[in-house]
Each structure stands twice: as structure tokens, then as C-alpha cells.
């Protein structure tokens, strides 16, 4: 019957012990701030020169493909609805 007891006492959840709960002040000052350079960085390392110069000339034009596709779309919007200047876009006319 000790068995019994022992196998439903293992596997019952236990709290986590209470130096992982809590951080101290004097910790956090010492990491390092997550930001955008450090994950680029990261993830530049993992990659070669010729890769990484790739990947940003693809990330440029398509960026650059998304931005005039939207100022297309918002001409041709105005074109449609007959709009001529800039003053009938802000609603001044």
C-alpha cells in the first residue's frame, strides 16, 4: 500500500521553488535590453556575408514593391472618384 502512496505523491504538481518566481533588482540591470539590433544580430551571425547582403537586397525591394503598389491603388482610388487636387482629398473644397 506504500507504493500506491508514493506513486500518486510523485505525481502530483508541485509549486516552483521561490528563487525562480522572483528576480531580484540588482539582476535585471545586468541583462541586456531585447532589442531589434540584438535579434538582427543574432540572426546575422548565423549567416554569411553574401546571404545576409541577399536577404536585404530582397527585403529592400520588396518593400519598395509594397510602397508604390499602395500609393498605385490610393491614385487610381482618387482617379475613380473624381477627385483632381489634393485640397478635395483634405475636404477644403
Known sequence: M???TSISSASTARPAPEKFMHQPQSDSKSRIPVTPAVLRSIFASSRTPHEERSISRIAFFRFAGFLLSCLGIGL????SRGIKSSAA???VV
Not at 487610381?76 to 482617379?79: I, L, Q, S, V
Open 2 to 4: 506504500s507504493s500506491t
Open 76 to 79: 487610381a482610388a482618387a482617379r
Open 89 to 91: 482629398l483634405l475636404g
